[in-house]
């Protein structure tokens, strides 16, 4: 167990000074959802180096709050694990004064490794990475939706203009001290395209960090509505029509300083930018078991919603699920990255991450290749049109995407047989919840979790 760092006892003073009288330690669990304990501020440096028990069983709940014990290795409610506030992540948040924030990672009751932290999973991807001399760049765009605390949706309108963003002037205003106070810097704040929609962009970090931001940037949202009378909603889907909410993730890969993704071959990639492209496209399908895994996240990935329906990838193309998007003289060729579009707040930050590494890992050591891209929008073509170019649709309902998880060895051993086999415990859980009820019940359930 390492030492506490050590100017940790300094930090609690500072935090006790500025009126913190609690830390929130926050873990996601395998729906995307956050998790926490909260201790007292006197108990933080103990509890970095002890942490805080949590229960075993927590790989198995499923997204209603429901205990599968179908996967074997957690097959009962006995057990404990030890949750170890990160504190190089501790902040002082804006938004909730007397609280700190502290992502967590969680260890076996020994102090051992525990097979099913997401957070160690990433880790373990990202030294796979460094092992071979690359190191990747990540960020989110969060779109949400904002509600009314009593009912009802704001008069947010029209579309990406200043007018539906002043509907929440307030809101927007004290959201943005709050990030920057939280140390979360982003790139934009818009209205989105559908009814009091938003979306703001966190800016790129290396995997923990822009994982563990995501994390931090639901929490800063959450209580800068909740400020402001609001409630935000993060589903990928708040309505059976509407637009649903995705949570795009860009990534990038690099070596001794330089980008990897641009280079002067096909469409403006160096070969070693396509192969990590082209491993992204071969596990696609898996993939989305992985960044977009609730059963609403199947209904959001529909052809024409510009949610990318389709295993395809494209150059600045926004219905491919891949957009591959250059960069320009006036940003510089270093900015060049990789959006992958069927993601969203139902994922895990860390598994997600992992799932893609480990793929555009792949994808370089195998010097894959790439099709051509698709500048169209593929849903518009006839059946015998996308059967002539090989374009496939991404897996349609959960049971398609556990069925093209399971086939990827690949993803499959980035996550590890333990932590696979509670997510895929977890996964059929929600399929067999959902399936008894009708797909309004089911957004509307999803509606407040992440």
Do not use: C
């Not at 501790?90 to 957070?119: E, M």
């Not at 990255?337 to 139902?346: F, R, T, Y």
């Amino acid at each position: 167990m390492p030492d506490n760092p050590p100017d940790l006892a300094a930090r609690v003073t500072e935090l006790r000074r500025q009126g913190v009288v609690g830390v929130t330690i926050v873990w996601a669990d395998n729906n995307g959802i956050p998790r926490s304990r909260t201790v007292p501020i006197a108990a933080l440096e103990q509890v970095a180096e002890r942490g805080v028990g949590v229960t075993a069983v927590f790989p198995v709940f499923d997204s209603h709050d429901g205990i599968t014990f179908a996967y074997k290795g957690l097959s009962t409610p006995s057990g404990d694990v030890r949750l170890i506030p990160v504190v190089d992540r501790l902040v002082a948040l804006r938004g909730q004064p007397g609280f700190a924030w502290a992502v967590g990672r969680q260890v076996a009751a020994d102090g051992t490794p525990w097979p099913y932290d997401q957070r160690s999973i990433l880790a373990g991807q990202v030294a796979a990475a460094a092992n071979r001399g690359l190191r990747i760049q990540a960020g989110w765009e969060l779109e949400f939706v904002l509600f009314p605390s009593d009912a009802g949706t704001l008069p947010a309108s029209p579309a990406y203009s200043p007018a539906a963003l002043l509907s929440v002037d307030e809101f927007a205003a004290d959201l943005l001290r709050d990030l920057d106070a939280n140390g979360l810097r982003i790139g934009q704040l818009h209205a989105e395209y559908g009814p009091a929609q938003f979306e703001l962009s966190l800016a790129a970090a290396d995997p923990l960090r822009a994982a563990d931001d995501q994390l931090l940037a639901r929490q800063t949202i959450h209580a800068a509505a909740r400020a402001h009378g609001l409630r935000a909603s993060f589903a990928p889907m708040v309505t059976t029509q509407g637009a649903g909410n995705g949570w795009h993730l860009h990534s990038s890969v690099w070596r001794d300083g330089r980008n990897l993704l641009p280079g002067t071959g096909d469409h403006g990639l160096s070969p070693e930018g396509e192969g990590y492209l082209a491993g992204l496209l071969r596990e696609l399908p898996a993939l989305t078991a992985l960044t977009a895994p609730s059963v609403p996240s199947t209904t959001r990935l529909r052809p024409g919603a510009w949610s990318s329906a389709y295993a395809v990838w494209g150059v600045q193309n926004r219905e491919a699920a891949l957009r591959y998007i250059p960069g320009t003289p006036l940003l510089g060729a270093d900015q060049a990255n990789v959006e992958l579009k069927p993601s969203d707040a139902s994922a895990n930050p860390y598994l997600a991450l992992a799932g893609v590494i480990a793929a555009g890992l792949a994808g370089i050591e195998e010097k894959l290749s790439l099709p051509a891209p698709v500048q169209d929008n593929p849903g518009a073509w006839s059946a015998e049109q996308r059967a002539a170019a090989d374009v496939r649709r991404l897996p349609a309902t959960p049971a398609e995407q556990a069925t093209a998880l399971e086939s990827s060895t690949l993803l499959r051993a980035a996550l590890g047989p333990a932590a696979y086999g509670a997510f895929r415990a977890v996964r059929d859980a929600d399929r067999a919840w959902a399936a008894e009820r009708p797909a309004e019940e089911v957004v509307e359930a999803h509606l407040w979790k992440y």
